[in-house]
């Protein structure tokens, strides 16, 4: 049962406009959301993080929100860069152990 | 600091075959985590060792062991290779931050080890 669901498996947006990823979750214990960003080749990196005491959290760039009653969560690029483009992983913590449950991944395309 | 490391970059095995990746943090974690990523399937956990000394099954821990060496070493053995084990491994770390600019739960992966199994 696939508990962190990223149902898009890729994203293609014009350089300058806005990405939006999504991420919908189904276990009411997460309470710790995590972003990473993937190219080919590497690991996966620390993007961007959100609580769910909050609903937004904002870094540059990116931002992620957070709606914890539809257990969604959705990254913002804004402006997208072509440099943006690859896989981005949504993750999720359950606070009753340290563990990590990831999505499949999205595969974003920002187009010159 | 060159953050999580991982050998080897590349390996081609035989179906049968035994071999380790290697992994290590310079980054003073307590927490290590091998995952494999397979097209389609995004990461799923082998195992992790919450502290040195210790460690515990993930979701897909089947044909994998693991040993955590000391706090800096985290190694995943394959006793007997099979195709199925064709993936790209990390390893992970996780940091332990404290105060309001630390950041919890955030793990930090090493590049990956792609692995054939012939």
């Known amino acids: 049962d696939q508990q962190v669901k990223q149902n898009s498996p890729s994203l293609s947006v014009q350089e300058g406009r806005i990405s939006i990823l999504n991420c919908d979750y189904t276990n009411s214990m997460f309470d710790y959301f995590l972003w990473y960003k993937k190219y080919p080749a590497e690991g996966p990196t620390f993007l961007i993080s959100?609580?769910?005491?909050?609903d937004k959290n904002e870094d540059g760039r990116f931002t992620v929100f957070l709606n914890k009653s539809a257990k969604h969560l959705s990254l913002h690029i804004v402006p997208s860069q072509p440099g943006d483009s690859a896989v981005y992983f949504c993750a999720a913590r359950s606070r009753s152990n340290y563990k990590l449950t990831f999505g499949k991944g999205t595969l974003l395309t920002v187009n010159p | 600091n060159a953050g999580v490391t991982q050998t080897p970059k590349f390996q081609v095995l035989k179906t049968g075959q035994s071999m380790t990746l290697q992994c290590a943090q310079d980054m003073n974690h307590n927490s290590m985590y091998w995952y494999r990523q397979d097209p389609g399937m995004g990461l799923r956990l082998i195992y992790y060792s919450a502290s040195e000394g210790t460690t515990d099954k993930g979701e897909v821990p089947n044909g994998y062991n693991v040993s955590r060496l000391n706090k800096r070493e985290f190694s995943l053995r394959l006793e007997s290779a099979a195709p199925s084990q064709t993936s790209v491994y990390f390893c992970a770390s996780r940091g332990e931050g404290s105060g309001r600019m630390a950041l919890p739960d955030t793990q930090y992966f090493g590049p990956g080890t792609r692995l054939t199994v012939l």
């Open positions: 959100i609580s769910s005491i909050k």
